[in-house]
């Protein structure tokens, strides 16, 4: 198909769908197109971008139904002469394609997605390395790979559903650090994990490893953190003579008598 | 009336200097109640940090040969001399410790079969010590010290917090003001100490591999404060930005192998530096490639009209592409459609690295006109010139830096923070409501728009592909200069057409782009007036190095007429100058 323009219909704050026609040139980016548009026809348009090259993660958006980064998405790819651009889902619009992704920041900040040691001085302050293999640093390396662009979690359907649930990144960058063979913070990381809002919560559609622009792939990730939960409670089980299994978890939302809300399946705005 | 937001520290930058002096800061203050702020123009871990590529330099292993005094000798001559070698002393002592500081927050460093730190040969250094992870260096680091802050719980993170003032009174730092985009309030940030690690400058040239945030914003609240800049018309030109957009392809491309071809087919870098070869220093090579396009033996590209030259992987192989420059293979694929295992890349010299910055001394703290320090602010990183790269930055050494001076400021303030009086001065309301007129009064109320921020952007950096690249000289120069004081007054009929106060990205474009044109007038005239070539200013009228002349820093200070320079000496403490070969 050869294109010498391409119309963008931009879902802009307020509900309105607004088109603006971009002269097509060979090697156009969507972030280009949309650069186009901020520079040349409305510098109203708000929309997030950066590095240009695919690794800062800001310019994640919803692109003809599906999340993708604007600036390694090629408008030759989509063969559309008008392409749908709509903000990310399960995030709050704050203004046109603007999101807010706090919530999302959150989640990564509360599994402890950090080295954890028991020596904490030997950690921050001395001057020896620790010697990891490169099999080991193969096991976690892919879930390092995450640009915290948020496409994952906007693609998920259980994050539309369940505004609680930890979510595919954050489950995978916990279980990136469980995976680090110098991390000694797995026991603590499974009992934020070990919840009716955490890896359980997941029913396995996939998106998350489907749109991630990085290959990261947080389905799998979520599956192994699964193994090690079930570990653990067999680990406990044993360590209680065979008693009985660990009982359901209770997360802190509800410890706390905060009660999600009830389930939304239509499309009502968060 | 202005919000005004108390924290002992705030830090402008969140890059791999904001945050490392961020974690040196918090792992150091401990339970004292002192509360700290990371501000950012973007949000936290999109800083084009993100982007350095190749390997961050240190002498890990002496016992395989190599040394301190190796990487200091290295990175002096590969600054053509212009490095202040005390300062590259110091710094190159903190190298190791910073690798095995990150290896300890969990950085991803690829390994040797034994476990130990691989590390890969890069451009000027005399050993392999351009330490990696994969090629995707800053952004693990990023990662590594953007994991590590959300373990500390008494600082304060600011996204989308763009700073358009520094204020300094009698001599002493009081804060910053910027714009909360997200609702659009001015908000004055007070502190007892302040850092400013915004980085570099490349978008001031179109050809250029950095984000479109860097726009040397840091750099431009200093000069605008009155605080003198340093080196600027020092810019590293990195030999490998992928056409048509200038985004890197990392020198570990070279590193691994890779060859440099011209349109004859040969590895033209034989000519130039015959025992470097493609690793030769980014000014050497950058210049050799420009030759070779200049006498006729580059390639047109045709959809862009770029000349170029190519970067042959594809003797490395797959799978050594794959495991070690897997970042360059998908780039390479998503952005041109090229397999590097199957085509050569086609690359240019693309603007890089800003040498010059913020004058600081050897702990980062900021000096004013007359040497002294502006009690209570810093600067770190690319924003900063200490300076350790002088006229050339060696490739694998601005990480580094960034991790060591996170770390020698962070210590800094800490200390400045325990020895100083706690209560901040009352601060001179009128600055902060001159401020607040300047953004909202005169930017928005403006009576009509008789220029387009945009189209000046766009003529500027033209201005700077065309005159101020890699090869320079007087009649460009004068050119360029007088273009940009054109563009100056093109600028004040810029108005700020986006009349909303949510997320206005036209007002910061409308800002920045301000900045910009005072900073390549900076760059242009210093450019002019330094009559020699030295690294990364190379002027084809005076082709050669000129030590009884240049070796000097030029230091500019703003006036009402544009800047004014001043020239201060290097200082040489072991190394005498000689000529570079490689």
């Known amino acids: ?270 | 009336m202005v919000e005004t937001i108390d924290h002992d520290v705030v830090i402008v930058g969140s890059g791999l200097a904001g945050m490392r002096a961020a974690v040196e800061i918090l792992s150091r203050s401990g339970d004292s109640g002192k509360t700290l702020a990371v501000l950012s123009k973007l949000a936290l871990m999109r800083s084009h940090s993100v982007a350095a590529e190749g390997g961050t330099a240190a002498v890990l292993y002496p016992e395989d040969g190599d040394s301190l005094e190796l990487h200091a000798w290295d990175t002096i001559k590969g600054s053509d001399f212009l490095a202040d070698q005390d300062s590259v002393w110091k710094f190159v002592s903190l190298c190791p410790g910073e690798i095995r500081q990150m290896e300890r927050w969990g950085t991803p460093w690829s390994r040797r079969e034994d476990g130990r730190i691989a590390q890969r040969p890069f451009g000027g250094h005399s050993f392999n010590r351009a330490t990696y992870a994969q090629d995707k260096v800053g952004f693990f680091e990023m990662r590594s010290l953007y994991d590590k802050l959300q373990e500390f719980s008494n600082w304060t993170r600011y996204d989308e917090t763009f700073v358009t003032a520094l204020v300094i009174q009698d001599g002493v730092f009081r804060g910053f003001i910027g714009i909360k985009l997200r609702t659009g309030a001015i908000v004055y940030f007070r502190a007892r100490a302040g850092i400013i690690a915004t980085g570099g400058a490349g978008q001031l040239w179109k050809f250029t591999a950095t984000s479109v945030s860097t726009t040397g914003d840091g750099i431009g609240l200093a000069y605008r404060a009155g605080l003198p800049i340093e080196d600027m018309e020092f810019m590293q030109f990195h030999p490998t930005g992928l056409i048509p957009t200038g985004i890197l392809i990392t020198e570990g491309a070279r590193g691994e192998g890779g060859y440099l071809v011209n349109s004859k087919g040969e590895r033209f870098m034989q000519k130039y530096a015959s025992s470097k070869m493609e690793l030769a220093p980014r000014d050497v090579v950058s210049r050799s490639m420009m030759k070779e396009i200049n006498e006729g033996r580059g390639f047109t590209d045709e959809d862009s009209g770029l000349s170029y030259l190519q970067l042959d992987l594809r003797h490395l192989g797959k799978e050594k592409i794959d495991t070690k420059l897997p970042f360059i293979k998908e780039l390479s694929m998503k952005f041109i459609g090229v397999d590097p295992a199957e085509e050569p890349i086609r690359i240019k010299p693309t603007a890089h690295y800003t040498m010059g910055g913020i004058r600081v001394d050897g702990n980062g703290r900021v000096l004013d006109g007359s040497g002294r320090f502006v009690k209570g602010l810093w600067s770190a990183g690319e924003s900063a010139c200490v300076s350790i790269h002088g006229a050339n930055r060696l490739g694998a050494n601005s990480t580094a830096e960034c991790l060591v001076y996170g770390k020698i400021v962070g210590e800094d303030i800490a200390a400045y923070l325990d020895s100083e009086p706690n209560a901040p001065a009352p601060t001179d309301g009128s600055l902060i409501s001159a401020e607040e007129a300047r953004i909202f009064g005169d930017l928005f109320r403006r009576e009509e728009s008789s220029a387009d921020v945009y189209s000046v952007k766009a003529k500027l950096r033209d201005v700077m592909d065309k005159s101020v690249y890699v090869f320079r000289d007087e009649t460009g120069l004068s050119e360029a200069t007088r273009q940009i004081r054109a563009l100056k007054d093109e600028f004040k009929g810029v108005k700020v057409t986006d009349g909303g106060r949510v997320f206005n990205y036209n007002l910061q474009d409308v800002l920045e782009v301000g900045i910009m044109l005072e900073l390549a007038e900076v760059v242009a005239r210093g450019a002019l007036d330094r009559r020699e070539s030295r690294g990364g200013h190379a002027r084809t009228d005076y082709p050669n190095r000129d030590d009884a002349g240049w070796l000097k820093h030029t230091l500019a200070l703003r006036t009402a007429d544009g800047p004014s320079f001043s020239y201060s000496p290097v200082t040489i403490t072991m190394w005498k100058p000689v000529e570079r070969k490689y």
């Open chain 1, 1 to 270: 198909m050869s294109l010498d323009k391409v119309t963008l219909r931009i879902s802009r704050s307020g509900g309105k769908r607004v088109s603006y026609e971009v002269k097509y040139r060979k090697g156009m980016t969507v972030l280009d197109a949309l650069t186009e548009v901020r520079e040349k026809q409305d510098s109203s348009l708000g929309y997030r971008h950066s590095c240009r090259m695919g690794i800062c993660g800001s310019c994640g958006m919803t692109i003809e139904g599906r999340p993708m980064l604007a600036c390694q998405t090629q408008v030759s790819s989509l063969n559309k002469e008008s392409i749908s651009i709509e903000p990310l889902r399960s995030m709050a619009v704050i203004r046109d394609l603007v999101v807010d992704i706090n919530p999302f920041f959150d989640l990564h900040r509360s599994v402890r997605p950090y080295l954890i040691r028991n020596n904490v001085n030997e950690r921050d302050h001395s001057d020896r390395e620790y010697r990891v293999l490169t099999e080991e640093v193969q096991k976690f390396l892919q879930f390092d790979y995450c640009i915290m662009c948020g496409l994952c979690y906007a693609a998920c359907p259980t994050v539309a559903l369940d505004p609680f649930y930890t979510g595919p990144q954050a489950i995978t960058q916990a279980y990136r650090y469980m995976a680090d063979p110098r991390d000694e913070g797995w026991e603590g990381r499974i009992d934020l994990l070990d919840t009716s809002h955490g890896v359980w919560r997941c029913h396995m559609a996939g998106a998350c490893s489907f749109v991630c622009p990085k290959d990261v792939d947080p389905a799998k990730a979520v599956q192994l953190a699964r193994i090690e939960v079930m570990k653990r409670r067999v680990l406990r089980k044993r360590g209680k003579g065979g008693s009985r299994l660990v009982p359901p978890p209770v997360s802190e939302a509800s410890k706390e008598g905060v009660k999600p809300p009830p389930f939304d399946f239509g499309g009502a705005e968060k």
